[in-house]
């Protein structure tokens, strides 16, 4: 009898490994033939970023920043997805090879669900920025983190078809910057990073592509390594990156990938 019911049990298991290797196979050769231009900027590394260990980084709103090297740089985007400048950074991202992370407008989300999932297909990192980018820290705490959720649960919808408010990424940047001591305490319960940025071009100031691009280079020649904010809805910044993303690779400065910790498992976590 014994002998009788595992054969079955054992075609089972080879079955699901041979589905399980389907599944991953288009991943590996993604990332196999992540780069097929030798010349490209690419993405150097992936930076797995824990909540625990890094619950606020940023340097222009907290103590603490990502451990980047030396002209290393994470590039991110925010207020997101907008049809037209979001392609076009999407193109100038891809035709370098670069991963970025994009801390999405929940109620832009909702309008277009179908970027979102183009986004994530591509690879980059989906963050979270609230439902309607108001200023969060002049709301009840309640409010405030209602509205956060609301956003949350938009991202989740569009990524997975199901409304949720624990996120996929728990990574979250307050619209202007603008937190309170009471929001950062709730969100780091939770196991929600919260970035700020170590420089930006202050690109919500209107101004022409090549400005922007002095304007960024200044700051990124004086730092020479950190989290960049830009804003992919800004139609000036979407034409500029492609320049800078040059800038970047002719003056070897190396891009990193944030990502999510993988989960602790039961033997890793504290007693």
Same mark, same amino acid.
């Given at each position: ?8 049990? +054992?075609? !089972? ?11 991953? *196979?288009? $991943? ?5 033939? #992540?780069? &097929?231009?030798?010349?490209? !900027? ?20 907290? &103590? ?18 907008? &049809? ?7 193109? @100038?991202?891809? @035709? ?22 183009? $986004? ?17 820290d002049k709301l009840a705490p309640d409010a405030a ?24 990424t728990p990574f979250f940047r307050f619209p202007y ?7 950062l305490a709730r969100l780091e319960k939770r196991g929600? *990073?919260?970035?700020? *940025?170590?420089?930006?071009? +202050?690109?919500? $100031? ?14 990124? #020649?004086? !730092? ?5 904010? !830009? ?11 492609? @320049? ?16 999510? @910790?993988? &989960?602790?498992?039961?033997? #890793?976590? +504290?007693?």
């Amino acid at each position: 009898m014994r002998n009788t019911s595992s054969r079955p049990r +054992s075609i !089972l298991n080879a079955v699901a490994m041979l589905v399980a290797l389907a599944a991953a *196979a288009p $991943i590996a050769s993604a990332r196999a033939a #992540e780069c &097929p231009r030798k010349d490209a !900027l690419g993405t150097s590394r992936v930076l797995e970023v824990d909540p625990a260990t890094y619950p606020r980084v940023g340097l222009k709103s907290f &103590p603490q920043t990502l451990p980047l090297q030396d002209k290393e740089v994470v590039l991110t985007f925010d207020d997101g997805p907008t &049809p037209g400048p979001t392609d076009k950074v999407l193109a @100038a991202l891809s @035709a370098e090879c670069v991963r970025a992370t994009f801390f999405m407008v929940g109620r832009g989300v909702s309008e277009h669900p179908e970027m979102v999932r183009r $986004i994530a297909r591509l690879g980059h990192t989906i963050g979270h920025h609230s439902w309607d980018h108001a200023f969060l820290d002049k709301l009840a705490p309640d409010a405030a983190e209602a509205n956060i959720d609301r956003g949350i649960e938009a991202v989740e919808s569009a990524l997975h078809g199901t409304s949720s408010a624990t996120p996929g990424t728990p990574f979250f940047r307050f619209p202007y910057f603008e937190s309170s001591p009471d929001l950062l305490a709730r969100l780091e319960k939770r196991g929600i *990073a919260v970035f700020g *940025a170590d420089f930006w071009a +202050s690109d919500w $100031i209107k101004m022409a592509p090549e400005e922007e691009l002095k304007l960024l280079i200044g700051r990124l #020649e004086t !730092l020479r390594k950190g989290i960049i904010l !830009l804003h992919d809805p800004r139609a000036q910044t979407a034409a500029m990156l492609p @320049a800078f993303l040059r800038y970047l690779r002719d003056n070897r400065y190396r891009v990193v990938h944030i990502v999510p @910790a993988a &989960p602790k498992t039961v033997s #890793e976590q +504290s007693p």
